[in-house]
């Protein structure tokens, strides 16, 4: 049987939304309950603590970004503690008084979801995930053992097999993955240290429906992007187009989706 990371799991739905005004921020920010009673060891590292509302909590986190692009803090785990004390303490605090600015509890903000073997049991603890104006889209809650937890997905690098690009398809979706979706440079980074830049690896973008309109894995459309410079050209190798796309010395480049390359997989947790 294959060992498995166990993702968070969320026991009931919780969403609230801060109305922002003044300060470090304004606008409105939404955020969704994802755990309930684990919590990562006391000694992660995180962002800082503090005793504060849920509310408060909120907004401490929200403030950790003010321009919500270059996200610090991504989660927070609040701890009901209208008794004093310290996380792990079983509070009985009504659901119906969570937001009541006079129950506190321990914040504590969060870079990063922690992986998911390092959670322990810890009463009334709540983990919450942030992203500015919209509602994360939460995907599988398992990945195989062999794969690398980043801070929202995780990855395999598949290095010593080489495949077309529908074949690797066919192999990541066997792991229940696509191939690597690359939706911003902090994504990119984690994935280029992983890999032989020397060499081409598929990923999870192409242009096989409609020629010049280049979608990822998921049927999202193309945004941030890294071509290399004069990429993608399209070059016509015996009758056949570049369709597909491949990491290669830290940039893309359209390639034959029949052409057998490495590739890399990913299972993403939370899309943000």
Known sequence: MTRVHEMMTTT??????????????????????????????????????????????????????????????????????PLGGERGNNNNVSDTTLFAPSVEGLCELLACLPHPASLQSSPRAQMYVLRGRTTPSYG?????????????????????????????????????????????????????????????????????????????????????????RGQPNNYILRGSDQDCAMLYRGAWNDHHCLHPLRFVCQITFVQL
């Open 12 to 81: 009931k739905t919780l969403v609230f939304t801060l109305c922002l005004v003044g300060g470090v921020a304004e606008g409105m920010s939404t955020f969704l309950l994802v755990t309930q009673n684990v919590a990562p060891p006391p000694s992660t590292a995180n962002l800082g603590a503090s005793t504060t509302s849920l509310a408060g909590c909120g907004l401490a986190c929200f403030n950790a970004a003010p321009d919500n692009n270059n996200m610090t803090c991504l989660a927070f785990l609040w701890t009901p503690t």
């Open 140 to 228: 599988p809650d398992a990945a195989p053992a062999s794969y690398v937890m980043a801070c929202t997905f995780a990855y395999r690098v598949y290095s010593k097999v080489k495949l077309t690009y529908s074949k690797a398809e066919d192999h990541c979706a066997e792991d229940g993955a696509s191939l690597i979706i690359i939706k911003d440079a902090e994504q990119e980074k984690i994935v280029l240290d992983a890999v032989n830049q020397g060499e081409g690896y598929w990923m999870g973008l192409s242009d096989r429906e409609v020629e010049g309109v280049w979608r990822w894995a998921d049927g999202s459309s193309l945004g941030y992007s890294n071509w290399d």
